[in-house]
């Protein structure tokens, strides 16, 4: 368990070690610097280069650019570097079909005649609606159409109800 002098403990010391860093100057790496008169080293064959080859050579500043990139492609030609790691999704050629196995093929047959009978069955059900609906027409009777003026005589409600006469039977007045 810490306390509140354990505490202040820590802060002085971090505090104390803070202070000392900012007075001394900041370490400098620097470069030893380069002879000019200095020869470039002595560099092994590029095509005698391995993988357990000593390649630090090449990163001296005399040593020309295409050499150090010639040695550098050595190095990185060994096959252990180009391991696949199986995670890189996008390394397959796509611009180059393959044929659709017979079995997949049979599949997508299979879902044509699935999807025609599909389409079978809703052209069916409307053509049955819509008979259904001619029969309905057919069957209400038609709306009885009144003759201008005739709800203002008496008893003109009486003869649009009344059935029409039949050939021979006076009809009731």
């Known amino acids: 368990m810490t306390t509140k002098e354990d505490k202040e403990e820590f802060l002085s010391r971090w505090s104390r070690l803070k202070r000392e860093a900012e007075d001394q100057p900041p370490e400098q790496v620097a470069d030893k610097p380069v002879d000019p008169k200095a020869p470039a080293p002595e560099l092994p064959a590029l095509d005698k280069l391995?993988?357990?080859?000593?390649?630090?050579?090449?990163?001296?500043?005399?040593?020309d650019e295409d050499v150090r990139r010639a040695a550098l492609k050595k190095l990185f030609s060994d096959p252990?570097?180009?391991?696949?790691?199986?995670?890189?999704?996008?390394?397959?050629d796509y611009s180059k079909s393959d044929p659709i196995p017979p079995a997949m093929l049979a599949g997508l047959r299979q879902a044509q005649k699935i999807l025609e009978w599909a389409k079978e069955d809703k052209e069916q059900v409307?053509?049955?609606?819509?008979?259904?609906?001619?029969?309905?027409?057919?069957?209400?009777?038609?709306?009885?159409?009144?003759?201008?003026?005739?709800?203002?005589?008496?008893g003109a409600?009486?003869?649009?109800?009344?059935?029409?006469?039949?050939?021979?039977?006076?009809a009731k007045s």
């Open 80 to 92: 252990r570097f180009n391991v696949m790691d199986g995670l890189d999704t996008y390394i397959d």
């Open 157 to 170: 409600q009486d003869e649009a109800a009344a059935p029409p006469e039949v050939a021979g039977t006076p």
């Open 126 to 154: 409307a053509k049955e609606q819509a008979l259904k609906e001619a029969r309905a027409q057919a069957l209400e009777p038609p709306p009885v159409q009144s003759t201008p003026g005739a709800e203002l005589r008496p």
């Open 50 to 63: 391995t993988f357990e080859s000593d390649y630090r050579a090449f990163f001296h500043p005399k040593v």
